[in-house]
């Protein structure tokens, strides 16, 4: 029982009427592990999510927290979970709130301690009816904190916050997680998933469709960027640059012109060669947004998918 995951699934499937929003995943996450589950609108996140807490029951499949049902775990105060259809209590405070979950949890950290790890003690006072919506994601946060659990299950935290929050945000969460506790998020921002996770999970048409670390799921997009600014571009500029040595797609807007190249140093090499005049030259590496596109697009490569499973 010690030894087993944090989270188990087994086959799970979720029918609503015709659709299948999870569609067979198998999935364990270690103790300790930070976890990014990805993925675009109606992938099912959120609905595995649920059946992983046991807010759902799977028409097929089994979901385990902790070796034990979903409702052991989150008795035994093991489990906290920040959801996206979680409500507070709009009259109560925002301490009042935390004090409130708190109380019903048999060893939960100091109310105080909770506000301080969700940044939320300087709107303790406020009534959550009057909070904003980064505000409101703060206060979540701290309610799902206080019952100090080993597991801890955000869908979208950061939404509605802006740049700044998002960051005081996970700079808590990196505190919360360096303890050795095990996190999975769900979220739409992939620089969150690429900076913050040990690995990376996508989910497609409610399909596990990639498993790895971000520098794995990033690798199945191979080569990179060559981009330059030309003042005067001459003709057949388009046709020319697309057959340098490991061209594969030739971009230009405006004065910028973007090469996507399998081989950056002889791309770079000839351009310098046949265009001296070019300037502002940057070489970039892909990004998670290019590995997401390329293995959620609904004609993405079954090998491409089959390689990070």
Do not use: C
């Not at 759902?56 to 902790?66: M, T, V, Y």
Request: aromatic share 4%.
């Amino acid at each position: 029982m010690n030894d087993s995951p944090a989270i188990a699934l087994h086959g799970l499937r979720k029918r609503f009427g015709q659709l299948t929003a999870v569609d067979g995943v198998t999935l364990e996450i270690g103790r300790g592990e930070v976890v990014a589950l990805l993925g675009p609108n109606g992938a099912g996140k959120s609905t595995t999510i649920d059946l992983a807490l046991g807010l759902s029951n799977p028409d097929e499949g089994d979901a385990r927290l902790f070796g034990g049902t979903p409702r052991q775990a989150i008795v035994a105060g093991r489990v906290g979970a920040m959801l996206q259809g979680g409500a507070l209590l709009p009259t109560l405070t925002v301490r009042q709130s935390i004090e409130l979950v708190a109380a019903a949890h048999r060893h939960p950290l100091p109310v105080d301690e909770a506000m301080e790890r969700a940044k939320v003690t300087d709107i303790a006072r406020q009534r959550v009816a009057k909070l904003s919506g980064g505000q409101m994601q703060r206060a979540r946060f701290a309610v799902a904190v206080v019952s100090n659990p080993d597991l801890l299950i955000l869908d979208e935290p950061t939404a509605a916050m802006d740049v700044e929050a998002r960051h005081v945000f996970w700079e808590s969460m990196r505190a919360f997680t360096e303890e050795g506790r095990t996190v999975v998020f769900a979220t739409h921002y992939l620089d969150e998933a690429d900076s913050f996770a040990d690995r990376i999970v996508i989910l497609n048409r409610g399909r596990l469709v990639a498993d790895g670390t971000p520098a794995e799921v990033k690798a199945v997009v191979s080569g990179r960027v060559v981009s330059f600014a030309l003042d005067a571009a001459p003709a057949g500029l388009h046709d020319r640059l697309a057959t340098l040595p490991g061209v594969r797609d030739v971009e230009r807007r405006g004065e910028r012109i973007s090469i996507q190249t399998a081989d950056s140093d002889a791309t770079l090499r000839a351009v310098l060669a046949d265009y001296p005049a070019a300037h502002d030259v940057e070489v970039i590496s892909r990004t998670m947004d290019d590995a997401f596109l390329a293995l959620t697009h609904d004609a993405a490569e079954p090998a491409l998918q089959e390689a990070l499973r």
